[in-house]
């Protein structure tokens, strides 16, 4: 049946392609079988020429949709403003303004995409990781003192691979991973998850082997001495230091509170 098309309506074929201003000389030659004139190259060549333009203009287009580094103008104007937005953090963090923390946090994080660093790799600067690191630190120790555990358990998560860096990629120095992790064994604990519980501790032991021990991290060792106790039965030291005053910082306190606000808490 194409055949008998190609060979009964070349004629028409040829207007409609001509028509449309495809240009394809390709295809002039594929229904034809015959030598292109002057005159049908010469109307080939502009409509061929516009449609040339117009896959440049896509790869163009193609090209600025992907991955590209801010520029150092951009660079440094959204780290001085994500540095502006962290101290005003810490300041709603020790005045206990979680509202406005909240939506500092929003506008940090914005920041950060703007930064293109909410996911650290190795073209990020390590200032910038650190601001990076800093920010989703805040956010988790915001979501434990607004007590919701699902917005918490994100940012731990989104941490790991900022903790996960070499020393020379991203120092610990300023870090907050022990009690971000202290923290989250302390989550786990209340929410009755002992696997997970001593999944992250065996995970924990075996980076810091060779190095510091755990023993002398204080706020991984809370959550470690209240589950030794919970399994001994030993209800009134848990009880005692649940208490404010024991707890490692104030984060840790909030956990005194755990059956009305924590929901799948023991």
Same mark, same amino acid.
């Given at each position: 049946?194409?055949?008998?098309?190609?060979?009964?309506?070349?004629?028409?074929?040829?207007?409609?392609?001509?028509?449309?201003?495809?240009?394809?000389?390709?295809?002039?030659?594929?229904?034809?079988?015959?030598?292109?004139?002057?005159?049908?190259?010469?109307?080939?060549?502009?409509?061929?020429?516009?449609?040339?333009?117009?896959?440049?203009?896509?790869?163009?287009?193609?090209?600025?949709? &992907?991955?590209?580094?801010?520029?150092? %103008?951009? =660079?440094?104007?959204?780290?001085?403003? *994500?540095?502006s +937005? @962290?101290? $005003?953090?810490h300041?709603?963090?020790?005045?206990?303004?979680?509202?406005?923390?909240?939506?500092?946090?929003?506008?940090?994080?914005?920041?950060?995409?703007?930064?293109?660093?909410?996911?650290?790799?190795?073209?990020?600067p390590?200032?910038?990781?650190?601001?990076?690191?800093?920010?989703?630190?805040?956010?988790?120790?915001?979501?434990?003192?607004?007590q919701?555990?699902?917005?918490?358990?994100?940012?731990?998560?989104?941490?790991?691979?900022?903790?996960?860096?070499?020393?020379h &990629?991203?120092?610990?120095?300023?870090? %907050?991973? =022990?009690?971000?992790?202290?923290?989250? *064994?302390?989550l +786990? @604990?209340? $929410?009755?998850?002992?696997?997970?519980?001593?999944?992250?501790?065996?995970?924990?032991?075996?980076?810091?082997?060779?190095?510091?021990?755990?023993?002398?991290?204080?706020?991984?060792?809370?959550?470690?001495?209240?589950?030794?106790?919970?399994m001994?039965?030993?209800?009134?030291?848990?009880?005692?230091?649940?208490?404010?005053?024991?707890?490692?910082?104030?984060?840790y306190?909030?956990?005194?509170?755990?059956?009305?606000?924590?929901?799948g808490?023991?």
């Open positions: 049946m194409f055949c008998r098309l190609r060979a009964n309506h070349t004629w028409y074929c040829l207007k409609v392609i001509k028509f449309y201003q495809f240009g394809c000389v390709s295809v002039i030659r594929l229904l034809t079988k015959r030598p292109v004139s002057q005159s049908e190259l010469r109307t080939d060549i502009q409509p061929w020429s516009s449609a040339e333009s117009a896959i440049q203009q896509s790869n163009h287009y193609q090209e600025d949709v &992907s991955y590209h580094p801010p520029s150092v %103008q951009h =660079s440094t104007m959204s780290e001085k403003e *994500l540095s +937005l @962290l101290k $005003q953090l300041t709603t963090l020790s005045t206990h303004d979680y509202t406005k923390s909240t939506a500092l946090l929003s506008k940090a994080k914005l920041a950060l995409l703007q930064l293109n660093a909410l996911v650290p790799s190795p073209q990020i390590q200032h910038t990781l650190a601001l990076a690191r800093e920010t989703l630190e805040l956010g988790a120790l915001v979501s434990i003192r607004l919701d555990p699902p917005s918490f358990t994100r940012y731990f998560q989104q941490l790991q691979p900022f903790y996960d860096l070499p020393e &990629s991203l120092s610990r120095e300023g870090s %907050q991973k =022990s009690k971000i992790t202290g923290l989250y *064994l302390l +786990l @604990l209340s $929410q009755g998850d002992y696997a997970g519980f001593h999944t992250l501790l065996e995970s924990l032991e075996v980076v810091e082997a060779g190095g510091k021990g755990l023993e002398e991290d204080k706020f991984v060792q809370y959550p470690v001495k209240l589950e030794q106790w919970l001994e039965g030993s209800y009134d030291r848990v009880w005692g230091a649940t208490k404010n005053e024991r707890a490692p910082s104030e984060e306190g909030v956990f005194s509170e755990v059956r009305p606000y924590w929901k808490a023991v």
